[in-house]
């Protein structure tokens, strides 16, 4: 398979929050058929006389088609007025009980969806519906968040450690960067800070938002991209950003993670998709002890 073909398979069978939702939605449809064929045998039982209307509406587009096709222009021509007639009584009925004229259409289980999942948030950015909250634990649970509960935006302390002006500063750049606002030569990006200042607590937030508005990301420790499921592996080498968090330098020569990070990394750049690699190693402890193949890279990288 040619690299550029591989590529847009691999985006195309990413497990995005599209694709969670789209198993809802599927699932959405058929309990929306199933009420409202509930609701239309519950709201037929009370309002026989429109019942029997509604039928008898079908019954001369019936004998319409049937007129039609015997070529017989008359009887065409009377089931016409009959319906029209039918149709009359049936909207003075609607009229005098108060009820919607569109009574036969679903209706979406949601209001603020429409059932589509997403909506339009007050900065003009879609945003994933409340009522897919399923969805949403699903897709962070897929992209390395399901052991964050506690982080979401709804509890998200900017004071959660002391440096708050530059973590504020680190969430305003990485926002950037993933919008692709900000250019660099290998879209590879060190977050370094030290020991204890917040940095899995503000790429785990982040992260979340950035699947909340509809994007794809994935967060995941250094010393587990080696033993990633299939799953996670498609999401992490092809989604908008990855978080690689507790990066050691020392880590990529053991085993196969300075091989298996190569590959992420370099298929990454070829795409053209941002990787944030998260540290407490400062630059030189980090192109010192690095496999060679990766402190080349990272010598190129930019700061966050
Ligand atoms: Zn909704």
Redesign the pocket.
Known sequence: MKLTTYLIFLVMMMRTIDYYIAKIKEQREIDRSVLHEAFLEDFYAKNKELQGIDRDIVAQRTNKIIATLDGDVEAARVADILKIRLCERREEYLKAHNIRPDYETELPI????????F?IGSKGRRRV????NEALEECYEASGLGNFTRISKKNYDENYCQNKDRRRAVLTKITKIYQHMVESRNNIWLYIDGIQSGKTYLSVFLAKQIIGVGDSCAYIKLEDISDMSEVMSEIVKGCDILFIDDYSGALTSSGSIGTDLNNILEMRSGMDVPTVIITNESLAEIIAESDVRISGKLKFAERV
């Open positions: 949601c209001d603020k969806c429409n059932d589509t999942g909506y519906c409340k009522c897919m």
